[in-house]
């Protein structure tokens, strides 16, 4: 008896000692952070409020019911780990109440009362002061801010370098998606139901759990700008990855497996053999961290909620972890409400533990129960916030993939009958089909290869199976018109990097090769590094364009034979595969096959390392780049400005009219052709409904785009052309009656931007009163 207590009491003090030490650790890592920021031109001011911000409205909340929802105590790395996603729950709460009481409550002021109304409680109280237990030691505390700080490294290198928190006086390229996700935001700070805030009144079944979240945490004006487009998204990045650090730990209940989990997130990329950055696949964690920002979020909750579920299914209940199993439920409807993709994947992983158990005969109410509530809230999910549409997605099998094979071979292309259609599929060869499928999906296996070494008489180990397989089913099965059937398999991908980073430790800890594994395990890092380096340099980057240099044109089936084009690009992934195959064969023949295998593992996740170096040394390529290269998603600083004055000085309710609805600039009265009508920004930054903008996103529009007969699917014309013309002749031709029409559909200001459809300044002057004036916005007040 005594040795049992005597253990943990020796831990503790063991990690007192070192306490020291592992702050430091967190301090210089929160500085690198800071100073990314701050050198990427985010103003110290707006900097320390968003940090206040997170802290007094997310964290102090979240810590504090964490601490009271679990019954024992935990580390403090994962009582803040988790403080992230349980005070998003808080934060939703204080959307949800201000937004029924009609009294908005900041975030900053609304996670301090939620706290100190849970610490009334006395035995809740004492939950949340007890003394913690001893957390991870020096080398894992260091292992995991290391994988931190090369993750804020390739966002600072890459996005954060590139996207200025405010607009300059001549504008500066935003990826409209991250605009459009503060339009949503905007409008859920005024309204307790979600429409389309760029077209008034329009229904909209959308994933918005993260917007109202967010709601009540971001402000308005060029500090809320910032906030929104650069220190959330980074933020929620880093959360994550910590996330992933403290579940992986205790699935595995080995220190390694933390900073296994971290490094597979942002030291090891997607396996590439190009220069490219993401070769012909995605690059998950270094793109989607801004370009998505539901994504994003949903991988914060829905590692939280894997990290929930499978403490739920695990058999051994001796072992404790650290999740607050309590919060099943909410975390289920947040994950969900987020992005219905995030329970795809765990619903298939639930089954599969019901299944084995089935066969085992095993006892099934914990895993029959994770199950029931995760299908059930899909489905209710499916039928209420997402009001049972498809927001565009349909069944298409292998459609995607199509559509990728004929990028990457324009000459085994043939038309289909329909080729005219936005939606339309080519014809592809076989040999195209499966090297295209191939040349994405084997990228990203190498972070993976944990999940292979996992145990099959663990349940949880068919979990992740189960998962990985629903995933890429999912986005083989449905097509979406902007590729988003990817997102099944992006939302499923850290829930899938917890598995792989729990088998390879699981692997390196009962691997029996003696005492040189780790020195076989640094030369495969390093080989697979230079291979993949050396194969860059040896084959064309963009295998097409070489085929089309040499063939004068892109080689159709006579002149090259589909498999040999198809073996030429997927070469450098083949010459790797072989070799590793070759290396293991030789191994098995000639003795010590394990210490071979450790670093055939090793040179695997090596070729991930490539892409990392891309991203660190700002790569021209890469996805954020290229998006701020396309100078129609310009915002200016005067629509910033615009924005600004309206949100503080038009009532919640206000709809704005608006001269400019397509990107680029509009000569004449005509709109361009194509209108792509992705224009988001005076809804983000007023924090308004307009009563018709940028409709691409709408419901209708996704769903509409199977059927529309032109190349872009984001270029159909607007639904309700009455309507639209009856805003724009208010501009055009400002008179008693055009103004009276405008009004009479429900808005109250005219925002003149003058890269929109020609303007009548001196006539509306005499019919509406002038309230803001730029060299290039104006507002004007309806009489």
């Known amino acids: 008896m005594t040795a049992t207590v005597s253990r943990p009491k020796r831990s503790a003090e063991r990690f007192d000692r070192r306490l020291p030490v592992i702050g430091a650790i967190w301090i210089v890592t929160g500085l690198v952070v800071a100073s990314a920021l701050l050198a990427t031109g985010t103003s110290p001011v707006v900097l320390a409020g968003w940090a206040s911000t997170v802290v007094l409205g997310v964290l102090l909340p979240g810590f504090v019911l964490v601490r009271i929802v679990r019954p024992t105590s935990a580390a403090l790395v994962s009582d803040l780990a988790w403080a992230a996603p349980t005070g998003s729950l808080v934060a939703f709460a204080a959307w949800a109440a201000g937004s029924v009481t009609s009294e908005p409550v900041p975030g900053v002021v609304a996670g301090p009362i939620a706290a100190a109304t849970l610490l009334v409680v006395p035995r809740w109280r004492r939950r949340v002061i007890r003394r913690a237990e001893g957390g991870w030691d020096p080398r894992t505390t260091g292992g995991v801010c290391g994988a931190l700080v090369v993750a804020t490294g390739w966002m600072t290198s890459d996005y954060l370098s590139v996207v200025p928190p405010v607009p300059s006086p001549g504008g500066d390229s935003y990826y409209p998606d991250a605009v459009f996700q503060l339009a949503v935001i905007g409008h859920l700070q005024h309204s307790p139901v979600l429409t389309y805030p760029l077209v008034a009144g329009e229904p909209f079944s959308y994933q918005w759990f993260t917007h109202a979240v967010l709601a009540p945490l971001v402000g308005t004006g060029p500090a809320g700008f910032d906030t929104m487009l650069r220190l959330v998204p980074a933020s929620v990045l880093l959360a994550t990855v910590l996330l992933l650090a403290v579940v992986a730990h205790d699935l595995a209940q080995r220190p390694i497996a933390a900073v296994v989990a971290a490094a ?371 915002v200016t600083s005067d629509e910033l400005a615009a924005g600004t004055w309206l949100s503080s000085h038009t009532p919640p309710d206000a709809i704005l009219a608006t001269n400019r609805v397509c990107l680029g600039e509009q000569d004449g009265t005509a709109l361009p052709n194509p209108c792509v009508s992705k224009t988001f920004a005076l809804a983000a930054t007023a924090r308004r409904d307009l009563l018709v903008g940028g409709w691409a996103y709408a419901s209708r529009n996704l769903g509409t785009a199977w059927e529309a007969t032109g190349p872009i699917w984001a270029a159909q014309p607007f639904w309700d052309p009455g309507l639209l013309e009856t805003e724009l002749a208010a501009f055009r031709s400002p008179s008693p009656a055009t103004v009276a029409a405008v009004r009479a559909a429900g808005a109250g200001w005219m925002v003149m931007d003058r890269r929109g459809a020609p303007v009548d300044e001196v006539a509306l002057d005499q019919i509406a009163d002038r309230r803001f004036d730029t060299p290039t916005v104006v507002v004007w007040e309806l009489r």
């Open 264 to 634: 597979l997130a942002t030291v090891v990329g997607t396996s590439v053999v190009s220069t490219r950055p993401d070769g012909d696949s995605i690059a998950v964690f270094q793109t989607y961290w801004w370009a998505s920002l539901t994504t994003s979020f949903g991988w914060l909750v829905t590692v939280a909620l894997a990290g929930i579920v499978l403490d739920l299914i695990r058999t051994d209940r001796v072992v404790r972890t650290s999740a607050p199993v309590v919060l099943l439920v909410p975390m289920t409807l947040l994950s969900v409400g987020t992005k219905p993709s995030n329970l795809v994947s765990l619903v298939a992983g639930a089954a599969a533990v019901v299944a084995i158990g089935l066969i085992r005969r095993s006892t099934l109410t914990r895993s029959a129960g994770v199950l029931a509530i995760l299908a059930g809230s899909l489905i209710i999910a499916r039928l209420t916030i997402y009001g049972g549409g498809d927001y565009g997605l349909r069944f298409d099998p292998l459609g995607g993939f199509v559509k990728r094979a004929a990028r990457l071979f324009p000459g085994l292309v043939e038309p289909a009958q329909d080729a005219a259609g936005t939606m339309s599929l080519p014809v592809v060869s076989t040999a195209a089909l499966i090297a295209g499928a191939l040349m994405f999906l084997l990228p990203l296996f190498p972070r993976l290869i944990g999940l292979v070494l996992l145990d099959r008489r663990d349940p949880r180990s068919w979990f992740f199976w189960a998962a990985s397989a629903a995933a890429l089913l999912a986005a083989s099965v449905f097509r979406h018109p902007a590729e988003s059937e990817l997102f099944f398999l992006l939302s499923a991908y850290p829930v899938l990097i917890v598995g792989s980073a729990w088998g390879l430790a699981r692997w390196w800890d009962g691997s029996a090769v003696g005492q040189g594994r780790g020195l076989a395990m640094a030369i495969g890092l390093t080989a697979g590094a230079a291979t993949s380096i050396l194969l860059a340099s040896w084959f064309p980057t963009d295998p097409a364009a070489a085929r089309a240099a040499e063939f004068g044109r892109q080689p159709n089936a006579v002149d090259m034979a589909p498999w040999l084009q198809a073996v030429q690009s997927m070469a450098p992934l083949l010459v790797i595969a072989v070799v590793s195959v070759g290396i293991l064969l030789i191994a098995s023949l000639v003795g010590r096959p394990r210490l071979v295998t450790v670093g055939v593992i090793g040179g695997l996740l090596g070729t991930g390392l490539l892409s990392t170096a891309i991203y660190l040394a700002g790569s021209p390529d890469a996805a954020s780049r290229v998006s701020v290269a396309d100078r129609r998603s310009v």
